[in-house]
């Protein structure tokens, strides 16, 4: 039954696709459904890499807007706007995925995103509302439309809510790929099974 609808759904896409400038048809299903269903795309573009993954997410956020929510977002907008974007740029830096209070952060190389990482929490420091954790991964993804998907991504956002407020950790496999390229002190830390 579900599926009729859906089939149902489609076909209108298809049968309508040349009304879309006249109603607006995107509203009501997602761009890319639309575009892919007008031919506009190829269906199941996938495009996959070995990426580094940098999870990062803001400590204690629910409890931060529960107590003062203009104040939080205004510090998240300062530190997205001032600190985050710029620091991720200059370290070579694509930012994939927006959580809400916390990004998925793509780098082509381990060391850059350590580097990226340790500017951002090196930033924060003195901060009085916004506090990160991070974890760092480098593994295969895959990139679809808006949005990043595979182990590097899983990895790496598992690690990120392992880590303590304030804190990196990263893969064994991220640790032996730097081979001393970043300028970096990394403590011997407890291994996790993931």
């Not at 997602?30 to 573009?45: I, R």
């Not at 956020?61 to 974007?85: C, H, I, K, V």
Request: negative net charge; hydrophobic residues 45%.
């Amino acid at each position: 039954m579900a599926g009729g609808l859906v089939v149902e759904g489609m076909g209108r896409i298809r049968d309508h696709a040349r009304l879309i400038p006249y109603f607006d048809i995107y509203r009501f299903w997602h761009l890319s459904l639309v575009q892919l269903k007008c031919g506009e795309k190829e269906f199941f573009t996938l495009k996959r890499r070995l990426a580094a993954i940098l999870a990062a997410d803001v400590v204690d956020y629910s409890r931060l807007m529960g107590e003062d929510q203009a104040q939080t977002l205004d510090a998240l907008r300062q530190f997205r706007n001032e600190l985050l974007e710029p620091v991720v740029t200059t370290h070579n830096g694509s930012i994939v995925k927006r959580l809400g209070d916390g990004w998925i952060i793509e780098f082509a190389s381990v060391s850059d995103a350590v580097e990226c990482a340790l500017h951002i929490q090196n930033g924060l420091a003195d901060h009085d509302v916004i506090r990160l954790r991070s974890g760092i991964h480098i593994g295969d993804v895959v990139f679809e439309e808006e949005d990043v998907f595979g182990d590097g991504v899983n990895v790496a956002a598992r690690l990120e809510e392992l880590a303590k407020p304030g804190e990196l950790l990263i893969s064994d496999t991220a640790y032996q790929s730097i081979d001393g390229k970043a300028a970096a002190q990394f403590s011997d830390g407890h291994s996790h099974q993931l």
